[in-house]
T-cell receptor, first 111, second 118 residues
Framework: DSGVTQTPKHLITATGQRVTLRCSPR?????VYWYQQSLDQGLQFLIQ???????AKGNILERFSAQQFPDLHSELNLSSLELGDSALYFC??????????FGPGTRLTVL | AQTVTQSQPEMSVQEAETVTLSCTYD???????LFWYKQPPSRQMILVIR??????QNATENRFSVNFQKAAKSFSLKISDSQLGDTAMYFC???????????????FGTGTQLKVEL
């Protein structure tokens, strides 16, 4: 158990819908990262937050957004969902050591 | 931009034997970290080992060790005394280290599927 929690574990929805994925980092970690793992794109970095502020951005679609709240949990919002958004979405967190510890992931299926 | 290459899509090894997984990377940075993560069938991403680029000594974690060749930009993982529980997808990953600010994204390779057989 990495100490990073993600909810829900599984999510099935329809095209055009909007979903929210939630992540709670390890105790004391200020950085939260979101990654997408799909069969065709592999593991891709989406976005990083540090203590509530956006720190780095990857190839995150405009339909996707994220935020980190004062209690340091983070949410990833995916809207106008398409079939190609089906993937495993990971959250990771890190402290000053910079080593990232991953949550169990949320499997999103868009039908 | 950094790239990470894992040229072995699949490998197999007999239980108790030793296996080496290859990884090469391309970067113009001098300060970075390298990681190996494993992803078993449960799909959980588990940290295996970490190497700081400024350290000449190769990292070791129990049965797992790395051969870090900075000049060659090579970072291989050796698994000794392989166990059935080592069956997993193994990902090599690169992270740039910033002096101040900056991001800490991981850039992953495409992975090597390792199967440990009886």
């Amino acid at each position: 158990d990495s100490g990073v929690t993600q909810t829900p574990k599984h999510l099935i929805t329809a095209t055009g819908q909007r979903v929210t994925l939630r992540c709670s980092p390890r105790s004391g970690d200020l950085s939260v990262y979101w990654y997408q793992q799909s069969l065709d794109q592999g593991l891709q970095f989406l976005i990083q937050y540090y203590n509530g502020e956006e720190r780095a951005k990857g190839n995150i679609l405009e339909r996707f957004s994220a935020q980190q709240f004062p209690d340091l949990h983070s949410e990833l919002n995916l809207s106008s969902l398409e079939l190609g958004d089906s993937a495993l979405y990971f959250c990771a967190s890190s402290s000053r050591t910079d080593t990232q510890y991953f949550g169990p992931g949320t499997r999103l299926t868009v039908l | 931009a950094q790239t990470v290459t894992q040229s072995q899509p699949e490998m197999s090894v007999q239980e108790a034997e030793t296996v080496t997984l290859s990884c090469t990377y391309d970067t113009s940075e001098s300060n970075y970290y390298l990681f190996w993560y494993k992803q078993p069938p449960s799909r959980q991403m588990i940290l295996v080992i970490r190497q700081e680029a400024y350290k000449q000594q190769n990292a070791t974690e129990n049965r797992f060790s790395v051969n870090f060749q900075k000049a060659a930009k090579s970072f291989s993982l050796k698994i000794s005394d392989s166990q059935l529980g080592d069956t997993a997808m193994y990902f090599c990953a690169f992270m740039r280290v910033w002096v101040t600010g900056g991001g800490n994204k991981l850039t992953f390779g495409t992975g090597t599927q390792l199967k440990v057989e009886l």
